[in-house]
C-alpha cells in the first residue's frame, strides 16, 4: 500500500484483543469473516490481524445479527454501501476534472 494509512486502517490487532473489545467469541469473529463480512489480514504466521475500523465494523454486525438481520441481509447492505461510495468518488473526481479544465483554460487567456 503505497500511502500511509490512518492508525483506525492499520490492521494490526489480534482475534484476542479484538475478542476483548467487543465482547465477541473467537468462533463469531471467524464466522463473520467466513460469511465476508469482515476481512483481516494475515501475519506471516497465519494470524489474523485486524483494524480499529474492524472492531467498529464488528460491533455493527454483531448490532444487526441481535436486531434479527441475517449475515445475507448485512452483506447485501454493505454492497449496496460500497457501490454508493465508490458512485460518490466517480462524481467527486469528475467535478474535481471539470474544475480543473475550467481553471485550465483560465489560466491560459
Same mark, same amino acid.
Given at each position: =500500500? !503505497?500511502? #500511509?494509512?490512518?492508525?483506525? #486502517?492499520?490492521? +494490526?490487532?489480534?482475534?484476542? +484483543? +479484538?475478542?476483548?473489545?467487543?465482547?465477541?467469541? &473467537?468462533?463469531?469473529?471467524?464466522?463473520?469473516?467466513?460469511?465476508?463480512?469482515?476481512?483481516?489480514?494475515?501475519?506471516?504466521? !497465519?494470524s489474523r490481524?485486524?483494524?480499529f475500523? #474492524?472492531v &467498529?465494523?464488528?460491533?455493527?454486525?454483531?448490532?444487526?445479527?441481535?436486531?434479527?438481520? *441475517?449475515?445475507?441481509?448485512?452483506?447485501?447492505e =454493505?454492497?449496496r454501501? *460500497?457501490?454508493? *461510495?465508490?458512485?460518490?468518488?466517480?462524481?467527486?473526481? =469528475?467535478?474535481?476534472?471539470?474544475?480543473?479544465?475550467?481553471?485550465?483554460?483560465?489560466? !491560459?487567456q
Amino acid at each position: =500500500m !503505497g500511502k #500511509d494509512l490512518s492508525y483506525k #486502517d492499520k490492521k +494490526v490487532i489480534t482475534i484476542g +484483543v +479484538v475478542r476483548d473489545l467487543t465482547g465477541l467469541s &473467537e468462533r463469531q469473529i471467524r464466522y463473520y469473516e467466513e460469511r465476508k463480512l469482515i476481512f483481516p489480514e494475515r501475519s506471516g504466521g !497465519g494470524s489474523r490481524k485486524y483494524s480499529f475500523n #474492524d472492531v &467498529e465494523l464488528l460491533m455493527e454486525i454483531a448490532n444487526k445479527i441481535e436486531d434479527g438481520i *441475517q449475515t445475507h441481509e448485512i452483506r447485501r447492505e =454493505m454492497l449496496r454501501e *460500497q457501490k454508493k *461510495q465508490n458512485q460518490e468518488e466517480i462524481r467527486r473526481k =469528475m467535478i474535481q476534472g471539470q474544475l480543473n479544465a475550467q481553471f485550465g483554460l483560465r489560466k !491560459g487567456q
